[in-house]
């Protein structure tokens, strides 16, 4: 109940800044598995990603002093323009930190919002150490993009939409990079009815929480590039996601960057939907999976829309 109570006093209080995003049922689907699946369009969410709410939560709990002071932050794109665009409507300077390798199509959203840019290693690890450094040095507040218990809980009110939306939910499947987004869905939807199974999906080229989870520790791997850039990357030591995901994710798919590629050109064929390669994660694992989901009610995540033409273009050729 605890849980329960902390999501719905967080939903009430990022509402008036995050949209209550649609549930679509896809026929397409229906036809083509036979499992009755729902895309919970969270792409459509303002800034373009879930990542709105948990950056809403933080900075909306800060104190004014803090606020004075100023935020920093560290990410691949989504989460950085979140924090910019909340931050311009609350009148907090932000600076975001941002790896080099980061895609371009995810930069000029958060010049728009007024944002401070400044680019830091070759992957959002290293990127977020120095944001914590500059952070401590200057005294600002430093935003994790994933390991806080404000974003977790703020992320935690796109499950509480979905167990309203379809209250006979048996399936959820989360794209996963560090974790933020599924501790917080599936902490709430466990709490509220704790036989919903919840999959976490992550590419086989990143494949770093589902590791750690294997290894009974966070780990470090190498990185290989993928169209899931948005759940790229490693996970920050002593984590908060790590036990969550522990905890509440009943079990774990990875796809090939193959099957991304379908994933995503079957939701912009079928649904008319351009997202970005972590929002075809959760239908690409589903697609390995499905026949244990014949006759049951499920929800894919579409966690974000930032993949540039050019590269989307490229899928098809």
Known sequence: MEILNTVRQAEKLIRPYVLKTPLEYSPWLKNEIGVDVWLKLEHVQTTGSFKLRG???????????????????????????????????????CEVFLPK????SKVALME?????????????????????RVASQSQKVFISPYNDPLVITGQATLGLELGEQLPHLDAVFVPVGGGGLVSGVASY???????????????LNSPVMYESIKAGKIIEMPLIDTLSDGTAGGVE???????????????????????????????????YWMVEGAAGLALACLRKTYKHYV???????LC????????????NQ
């Open 55 to 93: 950056a809403c939560n933080f900075l909306l709990n800060l104190k004014a002093e803090q606020r004075q002071r100023g935020v920093i932050t560290a990410s691949t794109g989504n989460h950085g323009a979140a924090v910019a665009y909340i931050a311009q409507k609350l009148k907090i300077d």
């Open 101 to 104: 390798t980061v895609n371009p």
């Open 112 to 132: 728009l919002y007024g944002a401070k840019l400044s680019y830091h290693g070759q992957d959002s690890v290293e990127s977020e150490e120095e944001a914590r």
């Open 189 to 203: 939807l466990k709490s509220l009815k704790p036989e919903i199974e919840v999959v976490g999906c992550q590419p």
């Open 237 to 271: 030591e002593e984590s908060l996601t790590f036990d969550y995901c522990r905890e509440f994710v009943d079990k774990w798919e990875t796809v090939q960057e193959e099957e991304i590629a379908d994933a995503l050109l079957f939701l912009a064929r079928r649904h």
């Open 295 to 301: 006759g049951k009610n499920v929800a894919l995540i």
């Open 304 to 315: 974000g829309r930032k993949m540039g033409l050019d590269k989307f273009v490229s899928l």
